[in-house]
C-alpha cells in the first residue's frame, strides 16, 4: 500500500473533488493528473476491497436465495423505529410537483459529508436496504438524506405526474439545493437498482463539469440497460418479481387515477400486461417518449457511463435475477478510470449476505454491498487517512 501514503501527500482536495476550483498552489488542476490520482485512488480502493471478497451464505448461493433472503433476514438494528426520529423534508423539483426525503442531520451538519440514498422501481425511502444503509451512514458519521422518487412512499398527492426510470432532472434539483441552500460541501449519491440507473446517468449528464461538492458516486445493482433488464424480468422463470412490479404499478396508476382523473383515462389494464407493456402505454406517453423503446434507451445510464468523471463505484452481482450484468460488460465501463466496479459472481439483486462479517471486532453486519459502499464513502471522504 504505498500508494496510499503517496497519495496522501498529493493534492486529496483533487483526488477526492473538494469544492475548489484550484490546487492548492493555486492553479487550476490539469485533468489528466486528476484522472491518475483518481485511476490511484480507486485502485488502492479496490485492492482493499479484494482483500475482502464476497462469500454468499452457506443458504443461500444462488440469485433467487439471496434476493429473497435479503428481505426475510432480521438487521442488527430496528430501523423501522428510527425511522421515527428522522426529519420530513419536501423538494420542489418542479411546478406543481414535490418529492418528499426524510433526512437525519449530525450535530453541526456543516461539519459533515451528506449521503443522498435512491430506492428503486417501486420502492421507498423506508425500503429495509434504505434504512439500512442510512444508518450505516449515520453512525459513520454522515449526514443521510433518504430520498422518495416521485409518487413513492405514499406521496402520489405531492405530483400530478408519474415517474420513469432515467428522472434525472429530479435528482438534479435536490442536489442544487442541498448546495446552495442548504450550504452542504460534500456529497455522496448512493442509488440502488432504478435508483442506481439514475444516479449513474446523473454522473454522466454532468460529464467534465459537475458540481465540485459531489464527492463521489455509488450504485448497487443498477438497472444500466432498460432495455436488457426488462427483457430479463419478463423471462418465465422471474415471474414473481414480475408480477410483483406490474400489479404495484398498476395500483398506483388507479391511484393517480382517483386523484387526478382529469389527467388518466379509467381505461382497464389487460390482464396479462408485461413491465414493457405497461411503460409503452403509460410511462413512455406521460414523459413524451416515442415509445417504450425511445424511453429505454434515453433513460438508461449506459451510453452515458463512458462520460462520468467522478469517482464512482458499481456493485453488481453476475447471478442478479432480474437486472442483467452483461451491460456493464461495456468496454466503455473498464476504460473509464473513474469508476470501480465490483462484480462478485454470486450475491443476488440488492442483496449480497455474506456467510459471515469481516471480523467480530468491527461493527459490520452480513450485508456485504451495503458495508462496501459505506467504506468507499469514507475512503473517499478521508483522501484515504
Not at 423505529?81 to 418528499?100: K, Y
Not at 435512491?118 to 430520498?147: C, P, Q
Not at 405497461?278 to 410511462?283: H, M, Q, V
Amino acid at each position: 500500500m504505498n500508494r496510499v501514503n503517496e497519495i496522501r501527500q498529493r493534492t486529496i482536495l483533487e483526488i477526492t473533488r473538494k469544492p475548489t476550483n484550484e490546487t492548492l498552489s493555486g492553479t487550476k488542476p490539469n485533468p489528466k493528473v486528476i484522472e491518475n490520482d483518481v485511476r490511484s485512488l480507486l485502485a488502492d480502493i479496490g485492492y482493499r476491497f479484494a482483500q475482502h471478497p464476497f462469500r454468499p451464505h452457506p443458504l443461500f448461493t444462488n440469485g433467487h436465495s439471496q434476493t429473497l433472503a435479503a428481505y426475510a433476514w432480521p438487521r442488527r438494528t430496528p430501523h423501522r423505529s428510527r425511522n421515527q426520529l428522522d426529519e420530513e423534508r419536501l423538494f420542489t423539483v418542479a411546478p406543481e410537483i414535490q418529492v418528499m426525503a426524510h433526512c437525519r442531520w449530525q450535530t453541526n451538519r456543516h461539519e459533515h459529508s451528506t449521503i443522498v440514498l435512491w430506492h428503486g422501481i417501486e420502492g421507498s425511502s423506508s425500503a429495509v436496504y434504505m434504512l439500512s444503509t442510512a444508518d450505516k451512514a449515520f453512525r459513520a458519521g454522515f449526514n443521510v438524506v433518504r430520498m422518495n422518487v416521485r409518487n413513492c412512499g405514499g406521496t402520489e398527492h405531492l405530483t400530478p405526474t408519474l415517474y420513469h426510470g432515467g428522472l434525472t432532472d429530479d435528482l438534479r434539483v435536490v442536489v442544487k439545493e442541498l448546495i446552495e441552500i442548504d450550504r452542504l460541501k460534500r456529497l455522496f449519491l448512493v442509488g440502488f437498482s432504478l435508483g442506481g440507473n439514475m444516479v449513474l446517468k446523473l454522473a454522466g449528464e454532468f460529464a467534465a463539469d459537475p458540481p465540485p461538492e459531489i464527492s463521489a458516486i455509488c450504485a448497487i445493482s443498477p438497472s444500466v440497460d432498460l432495455h436488457a433488464s426488462a427483457n430479463l424480468i419478463g423471462e418465465r422463470r422471474n415471474w414473481i418479481y414480475h408480477r410483483r412490479f406490474v400489479t404495484s404499478l398498476q395500483r398506483r396508476l388507479n391511484f393517480k387515477r382517483r386523484l387526478y382523473p382529469d389527467l388518466y383515462d379509467s381505461g382497464t389494464m389487460p390482464r396479462n400486461q408485461t413491465l414493457r407493456d405497461f411503460d409503452d402505454r403509460i410511462t413512455a406517453p406521460a414523459f413524451g417518449f416515442d415509445g417504450v423503446d425511445d424511453y429505454y434507451t434515453r433513460a438508461s445510464s449506459l451510453p452515458l457511463l463512458a462520460h462520468i468523471r467522478i469517482p464512482t463505484l458499481i456493485i453488481h452481482a453476475q447471478d442478479d435475477p432480474f437486472i442483467p450484468f452483461a451491460p456493464l460488460r461495456d468496454p466503455a465501463v473498464a476504460a473509464n478510470p473513474y469508476i470501480l466496479l465490483l462484480s462478485p459472481e454470486q450475491g443476488g439483486h440488492v442483496a449480497f449476505v455474506a456467510a459471515k462479517t469481516r471480523s467480530s471486532s468491527t461493527a459490520e453486519d452480513r450485508f456485504w454491498a451495503e458495508n462496501r459502499a459505506m467504506e468507499f464513502c469514507k475512503l473517499v471522504d478521508r483522501g484515504l487517512v
